[in-house]
């Protein structure tokens, strides 16, 4: 061996010691595994079922063969726009001077208790990007973000800012994606992912989940299924634009990119000031769609969910009553209405406020935080006061990023509208957004919330409304620096929530953008629940909460008993809010004696069970998607308790009725099975009503709770003897 060759060797041999950095990433039983390259690259080399502890990390690479030069080169695990990777890449940046590329390299990581951040640094430019990794080792559910920050002198402009880049190596993918409009929130479409890209993206800004939910799961190997496969589910937390590409390249591997959208939004960062992307939340289950929504659910439970641990309250609402007709003394009557129903509060909705444009129709008003005097004369004081004689506590509803042009906040201050100079403005459901980049904005929006709690301490409960998405991209606050507002918005938002939530921590708080246009779950760290749809339908509802189940817990899920569908029964109605955080928006008046009746004991049934039907442990059992029933359980963690939920739509004629086999049970233990929720005088017909069965029988064998009716449902409830 020359010398020439020795030095050649040794010098690398000792590079590649420095930089073969391998990093695992692993929750109890998904491994992630990254590894240094020899250009100092950070690549993924692994993504799956967590290995054992006797495998060889470093011999690991993906994808195993490939001719293009990305492939070989290695998968990035933040690939940089203009460089050697041709497919969709995490991050984009724009120089000073105008070079439109970066080339990060890794510089150190730090791996600390659950968190991994590793620092990648642009060697020529003065730009460093660090990721962070999370994990919820118990929950298996892996956080990505990361964090961008420049040195640089004059303007640097982020063209793309993505949270994550994950790849998949499998013989086929399929994507179910959660379509949405109004009053059809989280309906599931599936699809095979072939060469090139699919995106799921909102461009809506405030209510951005409107049309495409930040949710997703794809079926590495095979179509989604609820029981079994390999899948990956994801979502994005951040309450506005999102986008989820699904790449399948020319090597055959799915790349998924999940971040805010970049479209529109070239984002201006200042020197030294920290971007922080939003946050990726994702499960990667080798036992189907079940066992990780059972997943997300439990997480969202111990980690997520605003006041996870704390009681929900049941509620009387006004909304589809009385609309914007009411009064004290209709209101009043209607607290003696909640009181006579057993439910917790009364939700005061939409209608209440305005003097100058009264707010008697969704035309006017919004913006003007103060009563109607001429409707409620004596102001919220009173309301609050009255509730509270009739045994109910008070919530109140407010729109307070929003404003209609006839309202006298408009007419102050026109420089706090998002709206287009010189070109006309067009109204979504007659309003427009309030410009949250702008500080004094934020302020106003906090003492919407805060005015009405320093003169109503008692108020318990908000629902928090977002009706109209941004329509007129302009920032008069952010200037020339436009493509801020979508990212400046969401910042602006989450200060203002930041503000409430310090201020009054025990404030119940409803997350709504007209039904579900906001149901993200960095929304739930603010808001204790969400609206999941206006469409309280009890047959689209199934298929909504079907939806939303996959990530959502049901503690959180608002459904609300409404004159929706009058040809099912109130107790179908019941029945299906029954399965997640029940309320009633009905005039009791026009309910049958027999109807009321059941009302008042359903109430007292699921202030019984409900943290059986709150838990995590979500078997859907029979999916609406696939026939005429729909039957989903829960089990309690002890597997001592378990409630049934079963609906019978339209049976087609003579349908052969199969039994039902129940999950998540002891298959030791014995079980009493007992229909409950019944409607007065009646008795239940269901074969298997207080019988008592092994775990193992129910599990295996099943029991028949589906029928051939029309529109019938049943609520059993399985205890452990
Ligand atoms: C939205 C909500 C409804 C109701 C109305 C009031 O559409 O989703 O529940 O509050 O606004 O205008």
Not at 671 to 696: A, F, H
Request: hydrophobic share 35%.
């Amino acid at each position: 061996m020359t010398k020439r060759t020795l030095l050649f060797f040794i010098f690398h041999f000792s590079f590649l010691i420095l930089f073969a950095q391998t990093i695992s990433i692993t929750t109890d039983h998904t491994q992630l595994v990254l590894q240094v390259n020899s250009q100092k690259r950070l690549c993924q080399t692994y993504l799956g079922e967590r290995l054992s502890g006797q495998t060889d990390l470093s011999g690991l690479s993906m994808p195993q063969a490939g001719l293009s030069s990305s492939c070989i080169r290695g998968l990035e695990a933040y690939p940089v726009m203009g460089t050697e990777d041709y497919y969709e890449p995490t991050f984009e940046i724009r120089h000073a001077d105008g070079n439109p590329t970066s080339v990060l390299k890794y510089q150190q990581h730090s791996q600390q208790g659950d968190l991994t951040s590793i620092v990648l640094r642009d060697e020529v430019y003065p730009v460093e990007v660090t990721l962070y990794y999370k994990v919820f080792p118990k929950e298996d559910i892996i956080q990505q973000w990361a964090e961008i920050r420049h040195e640089e002198k004059g303007k640097v402009y982020l063209g793309r800012y993505a949270s994550s880049m994950l790849y998949f190596e499998a013989p086929n993918y399929y994507l179910n994606e959660f379509a949405s409009d109004w009053a059809k929130e989280m309906q599931m479409l599936d699809q095979e992912l072939k060469f090139g890209k699919k995106v799921v993206d909102s461009r809506l800004g405030t209510r951005a989940n409107l049309m495409a939910q930040p949710f997703f799961e794809v079926g590495l190997g095979g179509p989604v299924r609820e029981n079994e496969g390999t899948v990956l589910m994801g979502t994005l937390g951040w309450t506005g634009n999102f986008r989820f590409t699904f790449e399948v390249d020319n090597q055959h591997v799915l790349r998924v990119v999940s971040g805010i959208n970049h479209d529109a939004s070239s984002y201006l960062l200042r020197k030294n000031d920290v971007f922080r992307t939003a946050d990726f939340f994702f499960t990667l289950s080798q036992n189907g769609l079940g066992e990780g929504s059972r997943r997300f659910q439990r997480w969202m439970m111990n980690h997520q969910l605003h006041k996870a641990k704390d009681d929900r309250m049941t509620l009387l609402n006004n909304w589809e009553n009385t609309y914007f007709d009411f009064n004290e003394e209709k209101l009043v009557a209607l607290f003696g209405e909640a009181k006579d129903l057993g439910v917790d509060l009364f939700l005061l909705d939409d209608g209440w406020f305005g003097n100058k444009y009264p707010r008697k129709d969704d035309h006017a008003g919004l913006g003007d935080w103060q009563v109607t005097k001429d409707k409620l004369p004596q102001g919220v004081p009173y309301l609050v006061k009255k509730a509270k004689e009739n045994g109910v506590a008070f919530g109140i509803w407010i729109e307070p990023e929003m404003v209609n042009p006839k309202s006298e906040l408009a007419e102050k201050h026109p420089d706090w509208l998002i709206q287009l100079p010189s070109r006309d403005t067009y109204y979504f459901r007659n309003q427009m957004v309030l410009d949250l980049c702008n500080p004094k904005v934020q302020d106003f929006v906090f003492g919407v919330v805060d005015d009405l709690m320093q003169e109503n301490p008692e108020i318990k409960f908000m629902k928090w409304d977002c009706n109209s998405p941004i329509t007129n991209i302009y920032s008069p606050y952010l200037k020339e620096n436009q493509g801020n507002l979508y990212v400046d918005y969401v910042r602006g938002l989450y200060k203002v929530l930041d503000r409430v939530q310090e201020k009054y921590p025990d404030l119940y708080m409803m997350m709504c953008s007209g039904g579900g246009g906001r149901s993200d779950v960095v929304g739930l760290r603010y808001f204790t629940e969400f609206w999941c749809s206006d469409n309280t339908d009890p047959i689209e509802r199934l298929f909504i909460q079907w939806g939303y189940s996959h990530f959502m817990p049901a503690k959180a899920m608002c459904a609300h008993v409404t004159e929706w569908n009058r040809r099912a029964s109130i107790k179908f109605r019941v029945d299906v809010a029954f399965q997640g955080k029940l309320g009633f928006d009905i005039g009791l008046k026009g309910l049958s004696n027999d109807d009321r009746q059941y009302c008042r004991e359903a109430i007292k049934e699921y202030k019984r069970l409900k943290e059986v039907v709150w838990s995590p442990n979500l078997y859907r059992l029979v999916s609406p998607y696939e026939g005429q029933h729909c039957v989903v359980q829960r089990v309690d963690d002890s597997k001592s308790k378990s409630v049934v939920f079963a609906y019978d739509i339209h049976p087609r004629y003579g349908e052969t009725i199969l039994p039902t086999r129940l999950m998540g049970l002891d298959a030791e233990a014995k079980y009493r099975v007992k229909e409950i929720c019944l409607m007065p005088g009646k008795q239940s017909w269901l074969p298997c009503n207080d019988k008592v069965y092994t775990g193992d029988y129910l599990m295996k064998v099943g029991i028949k709770v589906t029928s051939t009716n029309d529109l019938a449902s049943h609520i059993i409830e399985v205890v452990k003897e």
